[in-house]
């Protein structure tokens, strides 16, 4: 499936126009209607068949697509292989059928894939899939530095996360990711402890990056996308990934918008669930924690005092924002959603706004959307953070970040329906039938579960 040629300049031309605060824009949306019946071609294996289908667009460094309809057999797995590199995702499979019916894949490099769809020969049902878009990358959040820099890099001020400087906030690095909307857009955002303690997924980031109850499901989160090296600005790896969310609250004035993720960050990822304070007590300094130009993870600096702004982005209002003037290390566009955190508690006082902050302008003033505006400003569930980080109204005015790692934690994991007393069988569960289910768990905490109790 031949898509037009990804012209780089052009779309970078395209970006340059614009100038209100939006996300970062990194590849360009293509509507189409695939299904492996209408495209691609089917293969007889000895154990099943296999669907194959290469998508090309000339120039695009890039590919990601976005499933309207995704639903897999029982073993049937998907990937998506590069064809100019050694690089594939997947494999996705039963596990990643949503609530919701969409399946948005993580980025591809190159301007070639091959989509491979594999059923095995026992599936008892057809896959459902309905492939809807194709984004094309023209900035390469893969970055590929040999032998020099691509264009689109972060600028050379910022500080990689892996610095010695950073070490002290290791945690809360661990809480920030970087995260594509539509296959086309990209913020960054935070993953939030709750006043629970029970490690729902919930990720703190921009009304502006432009998240709603439709385009949630778009989300793919890249967790550790990081430099190995200190100064080195990259590369870094987007293997950590997962896709979907729903929406749950946004509010323009003070900025921001909170999603929870489809499922929990795997175990492997090492994440931490960041604290907070909706205190609004001015902090008298902190860190800021980001990926400037969609690039590796950054960490900035500030020893200035925070003072009460309106916002800098025109949202509005007064008193919303946190002014910052960095001391070390900047922001830049798809810093946008990133978290402040006070540097004496290490909690979450506010997210980013924007400002004028920029290699070429260290000491311009960035703005933060207040944390503590963000809690109790709006008028129901869906316009605040208390409803959904203090569901039972314990009036805690902060959290401490948590760590999976240290924690007990069980999810259910999916369900296999693995017999019918209706003949003939359907795949489905009927009114008055007899079943016998599968209920798969999974540990998703570091520390031993014992005596667990389930209940249905």
Sequence with gaps: ?????????????????????????????????????????????????LWRLR????????????????????????HLISQSQSYFQGPYNLQDDKAHGQFWTPIV????????????????????????????????????????????????????????????????????????????????????????????????????CGLNSGNAPTVVVYWNYQSTNCGTHGPGSLAQNQSGATFRAARYDVDFALIELDKMPDPSFGVFYSGWDRSGQAPGGGVGIHYPEADVKAISFSANA??????????????????????????????????????????????LSGGGSACASPFSPDCYG????????????????????????SGVTSVSGADPALASIIMPAGTTLVSESCSPTNGAIDP???????FTLQKLGGMATTNLGATL
């Design 370 to 393: 207040k944390f503590a505006v963000a809690w109790i400003g709006g008028n129901s569930a869906s316009d605040r953070l208390q409803d959904w980080l203090d569901p039972q109204n």
């Design 1 to 49: 499936y031949v898509l037009p040629d990804t012209d780089i300049q052009a779309e970078l031309a395209a970006d340059a126009k614009v100038t209100e605060a939006a996300p970062l824009r990194f590849a360009v949306a293509h509507k189409v209607e695939i299904t492996p019946a209408t495209h691609g071609a089917w293969e007889k294996l000895s154990d099943g068949r």
């Design 109 to 208: 490099p190159g301007d070639s894939l091959v989509i491979e769809l594999f059923v095995p020969t026992y599936a008892t049902a057809e896959p459902q899939l309905v492939l809807s878009q194709v984004g094309t990358g023209y900035r390469d959040l893969f970055q590929a530095r040999s032998p020099q820099p691509t264009l689109q890099a972060e600028g050379a001020c910022n500080i990689d996360v892996v610095c010695p400087q950073a070490v002290a906030w290791t945690n809360e690095i661990r809480s920030v990711g970087l995260y594509s909307i539509n296959g086309t857009f990209a913020c960054t955002g935070t993953l939030v402890a709750n006043a629970g303690g029970d490690f729902r997924s919930y990720f703190l980031t921009a009304n502006h």
């Design 55 to 78: 998508i090309v667009s000339a120039g695009a460094v890039s590919l990601n697509l976005g499933f309207s309809r995704f639903r897999l057999p029982e073993g049937a797995t998907l």
């Design 306 to 351: 925070l003072t009460t702004v309106n916002s800098c982005i025109g949202t509005g209002e007064a008193s919303t924002h946190w002014r910052v003037i960095w001391s070390a290390g900047v922001t830049e566009p798809g810093s946008s959603g990133s978290g402040f955190w006070d540097a004496a508690t290490h909690l979450l006082v506010g997210t």
């Design 432 to 438: 008055g039938e007899t079943v016998t289910v599968d």
